[in-house]
């Protein structure tokens, strides 16, 4: 089971970037696929985004168009790109893994803070 560690949030302005990283303690060559998940205040976490291991790619609706994720398995990290922020993107970020098809997300990060403010 790999330990995963996040990095990469900050505050910016609304319209502004961050680039998320999740750094594996070991390889994610085999993971079925790794997801970003954020959780706002008195909101529940939810999954914002995901890539298989042969990089096939999912959003949830309200980031289409302005997210990226990526994997780089020689460097067993996945990344966000971020773009056009909005207020509401404001939440703690967090990778996971999810290491089968039908298998739950786990192996969650300490999360980073993302804040989306003027």
């Known amino acids: 089971q790999v330990q995963l560690v996040e990095s990469g949030g900050g505050e910016v302005q609304p319209g502004g970037s961050l680039r998320l990283s999740c750094a594996a303690s070991g390889s994610i060559f085999n993971i079925y696929a790794m997801g970003w998940h954020r959780q706002a205040p008195g909101k529940q976490r939810e999954l914002v985004a995901s890539i298989s291991s042969v990089g096939g790619t999912r959003y949830v609706d309200s980031v289409k168009g302005r997210f990226i994720i990526s994997r780089e398995d020689a460097n067993n990290t996945v990344y966000l790109q971020m773009n056009n922020l909005k207020p509401e993107d404001t939440a703690v970020y967090y990778c996971?893994?999810?290491?089968?098809?039908?298998?739950?997300?786990?192996?969650w990060g300490q999360g980073t803070q993302v804040t989306v403010s003027s």
């Open positions: 996971a893994t999810r290491p089968r098809l039908g298998a739950p997300f786990g192996s």
